[in-house]
């Protein structure tokens, strides 16, 4: 899959990019009951709120066949390779819960911050990509982004490790107030299946979600294979050190996958 | 101020209604101006989040002009004493800060709930009264109602007094669920100077706001006067004893005040 150029454009400009129904609901579906049963497993890759509740799933790719799909699935790979021109390997997997009832906050930060300073990242030529399981909408607590935040490179942070239970480096009210007075926030939200890139560098955050609707999303972070990471200081299931270039599978593999899901269940 | 026939049914039917700009940008101005400054007051009725920042100002009616005049405004009043039929008294009056950056969480209620448990008020024939101090936006923790929920009467609820510094009747989210899944979850939003009404019974909640954007609203509490409160267990200026019929201010009252108040301040 490639992107035209007034999408390249616009990630270029506004540092983000949303691709909606990127997977189809029957891709997605099987994601969805896989990543349901992983949160109920009890294993050192899953972090809780202090609630009990699922709060981040790490590293589902190597664990996980639906998973091990998704992280090497064309139509996420293959648009990253195109804006970086390199080979990218996976830093890190993650599937978020943001909870019904209580999912809790993220602060706002810069990934690039944390991988700069926790992983050693030379330079800010990786990408997030979320993949949405749930619909996302407006109240359950969707990702906020800054736009063109990304353009004022890696911005002074602090290390918060007491608002919630995932440590981050979080900016300052000032600078946060600073760059929402010009770029705005914009939260993109949608059906299942949507996919949202947006730049290390650019500004994002969430609020918690209080209502009945789950808002489970999976990242990849994919990192330029020149571009790995000297200095990990944080568990290899966290900031992962395997820096083979990801080999894209069939557009179909997910698909295909699901329906051998499906038959297996029934 | 009359509501049309279409807007009484939507009350009785769904619960709520929202009367978009129902104050003028002038008129709206000069309160958040005064909600400013009473947040930055040292007094008992002001009640604050553990960081300090105001959660709540009770009893402005009772110690500002500007908040007195809005107290008494027909475009408030008369609505509810046409829903009611009857003559109505303050019961309760303050101003929610929702402040930039950590404006806290309120967990799904319904107001009844407290004022029958805590106030000893007889009947849900109490409004409450949304007026916007700022422009209330999807993503800065408009309040979301579940519409229809008034029917099921005073529903159980737990003594919430540590999820956040109000204690507050909530809901478990057992029947929080059932309620979304026959109703769903409605946020009106809009600029200052909307107005919205919700019945007693009506479940409500808001999320956590980390935007740069405030959302101040005053919410007056009507009740019918017959149906004052008979064994109230708060202080009077949260819930008031003062049960004399609300006689409105003429419909310019708030308008001329702002123009003084402008005056005055240049």
């Known amino acids: 899959m490639r992107l035209n150029e007034q999408q390249t454009r616009q990630f270029e400009t506004e540092g983000w990019l949303f ?5 189809s609901a029957e891709e997605v579906a099987v994601l969805r009951t896989e990543a349901e049963a992983i949160y109920r497993e009890d294993r050192k890759e899953i972090w809780r709120e202090t609630s009990g509740s699922p709060r981040t799933a790490f590293a589902a790719h190597t664990y996980n066949e639906g998973f091990r799909i998704l992280g090497t699935h064309p139509r996420l790979i293959e648009p990253v390779e195109q804006l970086f021109g390199e080979h990218l390997y996976m830093h890190q997997f993650k599937i978020n819960a943001k909870s019904a009832f209580d999912g809790a906050v993220w602060q706002w930060h810069q990934d690039y911050g944390t991988w700069a300073r926790d992983d050693g ?42 608002t919630t239970s ?6 300052d009210n000032e600078t946060v107030k600073r760059l929402v007075d010009e770029g705005g926030i914009v939260t993109p939200i949608g ?10 560098n650019l500004v994002h955050g969430s609020a918690g979600n209080i209502t009945p609707y789950p808002r489970k999303i999976v990242y990849l972070t994919l990192n ?22 990801i080999e894209p599978v069939g557009d179909e593999a997910l698909l295909h996958y699901a329906r051998r899901f499906r038959q297996a269940a029934e």
């Open 166 to 171: 995932y440590p981050l480096w979080t900016l």
């Open 121 to 162: 990242m030379p330079e800010p030529k990786a990408m997030n990509i979320a993949v949405f399981l749930d619909e996302v909408m407006a109240i359950n607590g969707p990702l906020m982004l800054v736009p063109r935040s990304h353009r004022h490179g890696t911005l002074a942070a602090e290390h918060d490790v007491s």
């Open 191 to 200: 059906a299942p299946g949507g996919v949202m890139m947006f730049h290390g």
């Open 19 to 23: 691709l909606p129904e990127a997977f």
């Open 224 to 245: 330029a294979v020149a571009n790995y990471i000297r200095t990990p200081t944080r568990p290899d299931w966290i900031a992962h050190r395997d820096f083979t270039p």
